[in-house]
């Protein structure tokens, strides 16, 4: 199947500073990525939908300056979590639909990201 | 925008028992309706879907139903078993959308040895 491709896996951050999270599709052409939040014991909440060669539309309450969101070409999509504070820890993963006539969706294997 | 609600929030069956959880959506548009079974730390792995042209989907011990006028839609897993143990989630999907997958709150299984 397609492969979805996110790093880093994990990463532990100083409060304040940025991290970047990547997501690479590798074998396929992805216009429109998700990406998604998860909290210990809950479900997975979308953020944002990241667009090639466009601006992300985000989903209500998330906040568009925090978390940027670019995506520059038709294989990558980044999220970047600027000044972080502990209560952004969580799990971190972003999806793309392989074909949009079938619904389907691949995921990254996610983020764990850790703010100390 | 799509609502999706998932019950139970945990469910414990003895080896060899049935599980079943139930979820309903909100948007009518929505076509496409997967389950996801996630263990710790790890992605969402696609186990079964369905889209809105059919009303029911099998793949061994896995059974999805879908009810278009009420809204609901149904993971069945039979003869389970303890590996079967992991969060399920259900999504739901549609081009008006954007294809945006929006999930149900998950359910725990723990299936007994």
């Known amino acids: 199947g397609a492969v979805v491709s996110q790093h880093p896996s994990r990463v532990i951050c100083k409060s304040g500073t940025s991290v970047k999270i990547e997501c690479r599709s590798l074998d396929f052409q992805a216009t429109t990525m998700f990406w998604y939040r998860q909290f210990p014991k809950q479900s997975l909440m979308l953020m944002a939908t990241s667009n090639e060669g466009s601006k992300a539309t985000y989903e209500q309450g998330v906040e568009k300056d925090k978390f940027l969101i670019n995506h520059a070409s038709l294989t990558l999509s980044t999220l970047t979590v600027t000044s972080a504070h502990p209560e952004d820890s969580s799990f971190y993963i972003c999806s793309a639909p392989l074909n949009f006539d079938r619904g389907e969706a691949f995921f990254g294997q996610g983020t764990r990201l850790t703010v100390v | 925008g799509e609502n999706v609600e998932q019950h139970p929030s945990t469910l414990s069956v003895q080896e060899g028992d049935s599980a079943v959880i139930k979820c309903t959506y909100s948007d009518s548009a929505s076509n496409y309706f997967p389950w996801y079974k996630q263990e710790l730390g790890k992605r969402p792995q696609l186990i079964i879907d369905?889209?809105?042209?059919?009303g029911e989907k099998k793949d061994q011990r896995i059974a999805v139903t879908l009810n278009k006028t009420a809204k609901h839609f149904s993971l069945h897993i039979t003869e389970t078993q303890p590996e079967d143990s992991a969060v399920y989630f259900c999504?739901?999907?549609?081009?008006?959308?954007?294809?945006?997958?929006?999930f149900g709150s998950g359910t725990r299984l723990l299936v007994r040895p």
């Open positions: 999504a739901a999907s549609g081009k008006d959308s954007s294809y945006k997958l929006i």
């Open positions: 369905i889209r809105s042209n059919v």
